[in-house]
Structures are given as structure tokens and as C-alpha cells.
């Protein structure tokens, strides 16, 4: 056959497929292009940040003032206790806290304010650095007395590769969910029609999360094993980590299971989920703290269970914390679930109601 006739074949295959060619080559492009635009600067300038006071005797005019000195590289909130301000730097609703001493406004002489970072939040190390550079030049420039900044970084100072080391099996999660299970599902289209005259549709594709849930204990492993040997130990191999990853995984797998079923097994439900595997990894802020995001979409990462997980991951992995501190995460994360069951409960009906 020559090349024009083969020309002719591809060209008339193209056309049948023309909508997944459109989403694959088209739209998924898009959705990169549209996800490079939601970091705005090398350097963050719109971190939350808290301001808090030092102790007794802070004034309002002390937390404003240090509150203006901030804002250029910062979103800075006041918090009534400096308490209230490091727990939230240790659930990463601020990445920095900024302490505000007592006369600052009034009083005369040297006087030093405190700004305090989580070790575990790598990539904000760094800016926070620059922060506390502009916190005393401003301030500075705001009283009329000399004013020094000490840089404080709480808890452990982790390496790049420990930080990362979440994220990385985070993404493996979620790569297992959306992208090898409905393939999974798919490849066994008809072993799965014939499983059904025994039992039920719910049943088998429960039975296989219930199978993929327990395989992702060995990759946790793995990544505990890994760090410990490449010199940066995380402690994965603990009962809240395995949880929330399981129950991300749960979450997403039945999620794509209910694409699948309801796309009967086809090539849309693959290129469907696919495409909330990118919407996942583009969106949920994943690796990069939100103020590294513009003000819209740093907003609108908080909505995502996704985010909310990695927070919980980071801080049972990098920072050590219980169970109990995360309550509300878990919380979120089985309303996420039982939504997803509705939706695959829902899908099976469809499938049943034209098979």
C-alpha cells in the first residue's frame, strides 16, 4: 500500500476519533498552559502570615504597625495570642509568625521582633528570610527606633528531598486511582460482565479498591525504607499516615471507578479520568505553599480534599503531629468518600439500566 492510501486511513480514523484526539491535543495542552499561570512570582508575595503579639502589653498600634511593615511580601492577619498564631503555623494556615513586643510604638531604645517559620515548609525558608530583611527596614522606617528581627525556624529543619517525599507518594496515589484502576477496570470488562451473574457490580469493584488499598501499604514502605537509607528519615510507616493516604485513594479510586462505569468501560472514561488526574496534580497545591499562587486560585486550592490531605500527610510525615490534630481534615476526606460512593452507586444504575 502506498503512502497516499495510508495517508487517507489515518486521516479517516482521525476524523471518528476527532473528539478524544481534541481533548488529548487540545484541551489537556490548555489545562498546562492555564495551570502555569496560577504562580505569579519567583518570590511569594502573598503568603498568610500572622501577626501576633509577643506577650502582655501589646497594643493594637504595635500589631498595625508591624502588621503595614509585612505587607509587601505578605498577607498578614492579626491573631489575639501568639498561641493561637504558632498552631496555626503548624496546620500551615500561615507560613510565617511575626511577633510584635510590647511598647513598640512608645516606647524608645533597640527592641527586636520575632518571626518564626515551620522547618518543614521548605520552600518557604528561603522568602522568609527576605520577609524578616523587610520586616526591619520597615519597621524601621515606621518607628522612630532601631528595630533588629531574629529569624526562628520551629521544629525540624528539613531537607528539599524530605519535603518532597509526601508529595512524590501523594502523586503515586493518585496516579494508582485515576490512572492504572480504570485501566484496570477497563482490561477486565468481561471478566467483570460474567463476576456480575454471581454477584454484584458495587461488589467486585469494592473487592478491588478494598485489594489496591492494601497493595499501597508497600510503596509507603518503600518511601520509609528509601529515606532512611538516602540519609533524610520520614516516617511514613505510621497508623495516620497510612490512613489518610487510604483514604485519598479510596476516595479518588471510587471516584474513577464511577467515571468508568458510567462511560462503560471506553476510552472517554480513561481520557476523563485522566483528565481529573491533571486537574488534581495542577490545582491542589500540592508541593508549593498557597502563597506561592495567585489570590484566586490560592483561595480556590482550599476547596480541593486533595489539599487539605497533603497538609495532613506533611504534618504526620515532616512534623510528627497525632491523628487528633488533623480531625477536621479526616472529617472532609469521608464526606469526599461518601460522595463518591453516591456517585458510583449512581453510575452502576446507569450501567445496569442499558446493559
Known amino acids: 500500500m502506498g503512502l497516499p492510501p495510508l495517508l487517507r486511513k489515518e486521516l479517516r480514523w482521525g476524523w471518528r476519533k476527532k473528539l478524544p484526539l481534541f481533548v488529548l491535543f487540545v484541551v489537556v495542552p490548555a489545562l498546562f498552559v492555564y495551570g502555569t499561570l496560577a504562580f505569579e512570582h519567583v518570590l511569594p508575595k502573598s503568603v498568610q502570615v500572622a501577626v501576633a503579639p509577643a506577650g502582655p502589653g501589646v497594643t493594637q498600634d504595635d500589631l498595625e504597625v508591624v502588621r503595614g511593615a509585612v505587607t509587601l511580601f505578605s498577607d498578614p492577619s492579626i491573631y489575639e495570642s501568639r498561641t493561637a498564631a504558632m498552631q496555626a503555623l503548624s496546620r500551615e494556615r500561615v507560613?510565617?509568625?511575626?511577633?510584635?513586643?510590647?511598647?513598640?510604638?512608645?516606647?524608645?531604645?533597640?527592641?527586636?521582633?520575632?518571626?518564626?517559620?515551620?522547618?518543614?515548609?521548605?520552600?518557604?525558608?528561603?522568602?522568609?528570610?527576605?520577609?524578616?530583611?523587610?520586616?526591619?527596614?520597615?519597621?524601621?522606617?515606621?518607628?522612630?527606633?532601631?528595630?533588629?528581627?531574629?529569624?526562628?525556624?520551629?521544629?525540624?529543619?528539613?531537607?528539599?528531598?524530605?519535603?518532597?517525599?509526601?508529595?512524590?507518594?501523594?502523586?503515586?496515589?493518585?496516579?494508582?486511582?485515576?490512572?492504572?484502576?480504570?485501566?484496570?477496570?477497563?482490561s477486565e470488562e468481561a471478566a467483570i460482565d460474567r463476576l456480575r451473574l454471581e454477584s454484584s457490580l458495587s461488589r467486585v469493584v469494592a473487592t478491588k479498591l478494598a485489594a489496591f488499598t492494601v497493595l499501597l501499604v508497600a510503596p509507603v514502605a518503600v518511601f520509609d525504607l528509601a529515606s532512611r537509607y538516602l540519609g533524610t528519615p520520614v516516617g511514613f510507616l505510621r497508623p495516620s499516615v497510612i490512613v489518610v493516604y487510604a483514604l485519598c485513594f479510596l476516595a479518588a479510586g471510587t471516584l474513577a471507578a464511577a467515571v468508568t462505569v458510567a462511560l462503560r468501560f471506553s476510552a472517554w472514561g480513561r481520557l476523563a479520568n485522566l483528565a481529573v488526574l491533571l486537574f488534581c496534580l495542577a490545582f491542589s497545591g500540592l508541593a508549593y505553599p498557597r502563597g506561592f499562587f495567585s489570590v484566586a486560585r490560592r483561595d480556590f486550592v482550599t476547596f480541593l480534599p486533595t489539599y487539605h490531605a497533603m497538609v495532613a500527610a506533611r504534618g504526620f510525615t515532616l512534623r510528627g503531629q497525632p491523628l487528633t490534630a488533623y480531625a477536621d481534615t479526616f472529617a472532609i476526606l469521608l464526606g469526599t468518600l461518601a460522595v463518591c460512593c453516591v456517585l458510583f452507586a449512581g453510575s452502576v444504575r446507569y450501567y445496569e439500566r442499558g446493559a
Not at 511575626?98 to 531604645?109: E, F
Not at 524601621?140 to 512524590?168: H, I, K, Q
Request: no cysteine; hydrophobic share 50%.
Open 95 to 186: 507560613y510565617a509568625v511575626v511577633t510584635a513586643p510590647a511598647d513598640l510604638t512608645t516606647g524608645t531604645g533597640r527592641t527586636t521582633v520575632e518571626l518564626f517559620v515551620s522547618g518543614s515548609v521548605v520552600p518557604y525558608l528561603e522568602p522568609a528570610q527576605v520577609l524578616a530583611n523587610v520586616a526591619e527596614r520597615g519597621l524601621s522606617s515606621l518607628v522612630d527606633r532601631p528595630v533588629s528581627t531574629a529569624y526562628t525556624v520551629v521544629g525540624r529543619e528539613r531537607s528539599l528531598s524530605a519535603y518532597l517525599l509526601p508529595t512524590f507518594l501523594f502523586v503515586l496515589v493518585l496516579l494508582v486511582a485515576f490512572a492504572y484502576l480504570p485501566y484496570n477496570l477497563a
